[in-house]
């Protein structure tokens, strides 16, 4: 029997068993460089539970070519750098750095004993549309190009992979591509080995979709894709079947309209099945086209109804999950809101009937133009702040095809840039992003911030440059998380 004082201890261990999973935030592995790997995937590594984060490699100025990096976790928060699992190399015929090495998938084949790698293999236009395939016999590699395919020769673009517990068979999931005679999705199975594509199981046909992933429960499969608007996202969608070979359901949109899947592209999901609870996560990109080797990571837990045959995704700014229970849970924090800041220069209180109070602080602007929030409580240590705000910069593409959104130099402009000083220390800038938003719907976006101890810390708001203006993103309140344990 526990001695009766022990127990708040114990309870705070048990609470704090992996780091907070903050979607959205800036992401940094256990040398401090920026976690580096998009639209890849998480395998579990059966002998010692190990997860192994594998993804696109983006450089800065280099949008294409840089290989695939491999991380690793026990928790899925904290991430270790295991460098390039494969790397680029000058010359050669998929793996130059002129080429596209896209969405890479790994999986452990039990035939041949080794890990296999597939991703989508092309050139720069996208002429090619194959599938690369590479071989390791180590988890993060380093891993050996074997070829690069057309799949039952067919044309292959976003490329996903899903392995079946039931039977551990392994399917190939890919879009087709844009021509007009492709816009399918394919649902291909692998031989036994994975070492090349078996038979076409399933066709989603003339959705246009991309981006595909496929999770499993006890009694359904849920396909996830993204429609077809780049690097901007958009309304996420999910199929239901009992089976991979269909009938599948209609589509229908997993996230609350208009906030095109709070800001995320699907690409992968991962189940954690824990030995209290079974959590699945939907691990989606925020992509970053003004700096794409920035891009952030959307990962939320999904929630499943079999009964309703639903799946949906729910934000929640900050979470904490344990992968030993399973389960997760909401961190709460304290809200301070735009009604209560202060403003100075142009920067105003506009009315806005779906803002909190029914404001929202507008006109944040470079120095002058700036919002102060007050009274602020802070422990000392490293804490997420979470801003809500709206960026109607784009007009809300897609709604209005005619429209003349803001774009620069026929680009669309997608992230505001605002200033965030802690307590007036002008020494220390933090850069908030703020990616558009569709008009009324107000997101959130986390910056980890070290208020004081005590009640008295201000935050303030400015706007900084996103290489075309000024103008931070209009502000609704900010949520103040309680450090990491
Ligand atoms: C990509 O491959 C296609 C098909 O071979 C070819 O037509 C196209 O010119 C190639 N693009 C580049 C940039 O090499
Ligand atoms: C290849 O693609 C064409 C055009 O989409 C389709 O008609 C055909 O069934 C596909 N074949 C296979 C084996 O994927
Ligand atoms: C589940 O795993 C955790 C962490 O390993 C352990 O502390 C706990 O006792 C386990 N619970 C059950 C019900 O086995
Ligand atoms: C305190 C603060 O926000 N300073 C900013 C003033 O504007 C310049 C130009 O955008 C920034 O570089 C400073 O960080």
Same mark, same amino acid.
Request: no cysteine; proline share 0%; hydrophobic share 20%.
């Given at each position: 029997m526990l001695a009766r004082n022990s127990l708040p201890a114990l309870l705070l261990a048990a609470s704090a068993v992996g780091k907070y999973i903050v979607p959205g935030g800036r992401w940094y592995d256990t040398d401090g460089n920026l976690v580096n790997a998009h639209a890849g995937c998480v395998i579990t590594e059966e002998k010692t539970g190990t997860f192994y984060l594998f993804g696109e490699y983006k450089i800065e100025g280099q &949008? &294409?070519?840089g290989g695939v990096s491999v991380y690793s976790s026990d928790d899925l928060g904290t991430w270790t750098s295991h460098r390039l699992a494969l790397e680029p190399v000058e010359g050669h015929p998929y793996l130059d750095p002129s080429m596209i090495i896209q969405r890479p998938k790994v999986v452990y084949s039990h035939g041949t004993g080794e890990y296999h790698m597939w991703w989508h293999a092309d050139n720069s236009s996208y002429g090619l549309l194959l599938q690369g395939f590479a071989t390791s016999p180590n988890i993060a590699g380093p891993y050996t190009f074997q070829d690069a395919t057309a799949p039952l020769g067919n044309w292959s673009q976003d490329f996903g992979l899903f392995t079946d517990y039931k039977d551990g068979r392994s399917y190939s999931l890919y879009s087709n591509g844009d021509r007009r005679e492709a816009r399918d999705i394919y649902l291909t199975e692998f031989n036994e080995d994975i070492t090349a594509l078996d038979e076409v199981i399933y066709t989603f046909p003339k959705f246009d979709l991309e981006a595909p992933t496929i999770v499993q429960t006890e009694k359904s499969y849920y396909a996830l894709m993204s429609h077809k608007t780049g690097y901007r996202p958009n309304n996420v969608v999910a199929f239901r079947a009992d089976k991979l070979s269909g009938p599948w359901s209609q589509p229908w949109i997993i996230a609350p309209l208009n906030t095109r899947t709070y800001n995320s592209q699907s690409g992968y999901t991962l189940t954690i099945k824990?030995? =209290? #609870?079974? #959590?699945y996560l939907y691990l989606g990109d925020q992509w970053d086209s003004n700096s794409l080797w920035e891009s952030r990571y959307i990962w939320l837990p999904m929630t499943i109804d079999d009964g309703k045959k639903d799946l949906g995704l729910e934000w929640h700014d900050i979470y904490?999950?344990? !992968? =030993?229970?399973?389960?997760? *849970? &909401? !961190? =709460?924090?304290?809200?301070?809101?735009? *009604?209560?800041? &202060? #403003?100075?220069?142009?920067a105003f209180k506009q009315e806005a009937n779906f803002g909190s109070d029914g404001v929202i602080l507008s006109g944040i602007y470079g120095n002058d133009s700036t919002v102060t929030f007050t009274g602020i409580e802070g422990t000392g240590k490293p804490q997420w702040v979470s801003f809500y705000y709206q960026n109607t910069d784009d007009m809300g593409f897609g709604d209005q095809p005619g429209g003349s959104p803001d774009r620069i130099g026929g680009a669309w402009q997608l992230r505001r840039v605002s200033s965030v000083v802690v307590n007036g220390d002008a020494d220390n800038v933090q850069t908030l992003f703020q990616r558009d938003s569709h008009k009324g719907i107000i997101l959130s976006t986390p910056l980890q911030l070290t208020l004081e101890k005590g009640t008295h810390n201000t935050i303030t708001v400015g706007g900084l440059s996103n290489g075309f203006d000024y103008k931070g993103a209009d502000l609704d309140r900010i949520i103040v998380y309680p450090p990491e344990a």
């Open positions: &949008e &294409e070519g824990g030995n =209290k #609870t079974t #959590t904490d999950l344990d !992968v =030993k229970s399973g389960s997760w *849970k &909401e !961190v =709460k924090g304290t809200a301070y809101y735009g *009604k209560d800041a &202060e #403003t100075a220069g142009s």
